[in-house]
Structure formats: C-alpha cells, structure tokens
C-alpha cells in the first residue's frame, strides 16, 4: 500500500509540467498553431513535437535544442519562449491525411513530459470551413488556444489522484487514533 502511493506522489511533480489544447482543428492547405505552456524550471530544456496515439511510439517531427531558436521541419516549425514558458508549434500546407493526435513535449532525463492533442484537417469547401478556421485563428490568439476543458481536466485528475486519497488517509489516521483513544479508556 505505502509503495503505490509514493510512487504516485513521486511522478506529481512533472504530470501538469507541460499542458496544451484539447485539440484544434484546421482547414486542409492551410496552417495549424499550437500553443503548449510549460512550467518556470523547464525554460532551457529541450522541446519536441510528435505524431502518434501512443506517446512510446509516436514518430518525432520536430525538436528544439533548449534554446529560443525556431527549428523547422518538413510543413512543421517549433518555437520557444522561454520568457513566457510557451512553446509554438506551427503545421504549414496541412492535408487531411495529418489528422491524428500529436504530443508536445520536454525532454529530460528520465521520462519526457508530455501533453497529447488531438489536431484535426478539415476539407476545403466543407460546411464547416467557417467554424474551423475561427478555431485555427482562435490558437493563435495567446492563451485562448489553450483549452478550458484541459484545466478541467487536471482538475480532476488533481482532485481524484492526490486530494482524495490524502484525505482518505486522514480519515484512517483520525479512525485509528480515535480506536486507539478507546482501548486505553476501556482497560
């Protein structure tokens, strides 16, 4: 029981180091923009961004080295600003065949870091062109891009992962101290 939690508690640290949207949508021919933010100590390590439902077998594309400098790929660029903690990843001339989920990442001894979204091609001339390219502008806008439902997200899995199983260990200490208050009073 006390070896599961401590690995729990020791993988907290970095699970909500790196977050993104949801997922985004773009318009076939067109460009996507993804906004990831990271936390303050992850400024110079190296960024990445990969293609692949499974995060052990998704296929690099693009990688920055630690520093600021933009790095281009084939149709995709990452960025770093380091100042405001955000790493920019840019998808040019995207085909529907690019639908899938992608991760951007922090590379680091150990386990990277993560964080999965799931970009989808629209065609062109469909019904929702007009609401698909909203929502590609909507990335580029700074913060916007990063999706509410993915803080709501954390939320849960902070309130259901560390908030609970602490209190439940609160309530066993109480119960077995409280157990232990009435032995000594009945002997």
């Known amino acids: 029981m006390q070896l599961p939690l401590v690995l729990l508690l020791l993988s907290l640290p970095g699970c909500l180091s790196i977050q993104g949207p949801e997922s985004v949508r773009g318009l076939e021919g067109g ?3 993804v906004r990831c933010d ?4 992850w400024e110079t390590y190296g960024k990445w961004w990969c293609r692949g439902a499974y995060w052990e077998l998704c296929r690099t594309l693009v990688r920055t080295t630690g520093s600021q400098l933009e790095v281009k790929g084939d149709r995709v660029s990452i960025g770093d600003n380091q100042s405001h903690h955000f790493l920019t990843v ?3 001339k995207v085909r529907q065949d690019d639908t899938d989920t992608y991760w951007c990442g922090i590379s680091k001894s150990g386990p990277d870091l993560g964080a999965p979204i799931r970009v989808t091609i629209e065609p062109e001339g469909t019904l929702l062109t ?3 390219s909203m929502l590609s502008r909507r990335t580029t ?3 916007a891009g990063v999706s509410s439902v993915s803080y709501s997200r954390n939320r849960y899995i902070l309130l259901v ?3 609970v199983p602490i209190l439940l260990i609160l309530v066993g200490v109480v119960l077995w101290l ?3 208050s009435n032995d000594s009073l009945s002997t």
């Open 161 to 163: 992962f560390v908030k």
């Open 130 to 132: 007009t609401l698909a």
């Open 141 to 143: 806008n700074g913060r």
């Open 178 to 180: 409280k157990g232990l």
């Open 90 to 92: 840019t998808m040019e």
């Open 31 to 33: 460009s996507v923009t």
């Open 38 to 41: 990271y936390k303050p100590r």
